[in-house]
């Protein structure tokens, strides 16, 4: 293990100074570093809490990570493809935090988990999760610490119970599923309590404001590459195409308020612009 990929990230924002009861947290991209930082979504849930003085963070790879705390108290994953499940397994086990929700004990961390493959279908792997964030996490991600600070100190059933009500938080042991055979469709998913939200709804952000890169490094398997989102979902609507439908309504980011502000502030450390969306030809000031 080594610390030295992330000698070379040039940083887009300064992080805050953790105050001396911040919350520890792990988070981490089941891939290897250069997949992981590549990841807009992982950059900028990472930023957001790295710029938190409530919250001490430090990032996890498959290949490398920063010094992790000894007792963290919520371990994070960013799930961007189904096959690096195996590998969110692998991570939690080299943590030595029990693989199924259910084993899991007051002294361990709530394991969350979040991005574009749990939100579009968190159940097969929802064993694993003591909280799933589904949607966008502009929003989500600060609902849900502020949420966890109130209940830091109870137990794991009240901060589970306390998590469950923030919209868009879907606490799968709160849950009973059932099927219509083993290997078939789900036929129901019902609240265990009568507290607990009937339906989660799926959190969605409504603003102009889209995401940009927050770091920029030469190890990133775009070596060097700035990202800004230049719209989010497509308005074509293609029956099969999750990059739409998951992301639905399409959103375009405001020229100046979000695109060039944001272009201008990578351009001081790249001359490598990514310019992300399932449709970027779609914004109409193109
Ligand atoms: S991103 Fe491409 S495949 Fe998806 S809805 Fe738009 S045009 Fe269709």
Redesign the pocket.
Known sequence: MTSSVFDSERLLFTPATPDTNAIPIIFAFPNEYSVGITSLGYQVVWATLAMRNDVQVSRLFTDTHEQLPRTPEIVGFSISWELDYVNILNLLESLEIPILATSRNDSQPIVFGGGPVLTANPEPFADFFDVILLGDGENLLGNFIEAYKEVRNASRQTQLKRLAQIPGIYVPSLYAVEYHAIDGAVKSINPISPEIPAVVQKQTYRGNMLSASTVVTEKAAWENIYMVEVVR??????R??????LTLPFRTASLESSLIPAIERGLEVTNRLGLLG??VT?HPEI
């Open positions: 979902s497509c308005p074509e609507m293609c099969f195409c999750l990059a739409s439908y399932a449709s779609q």
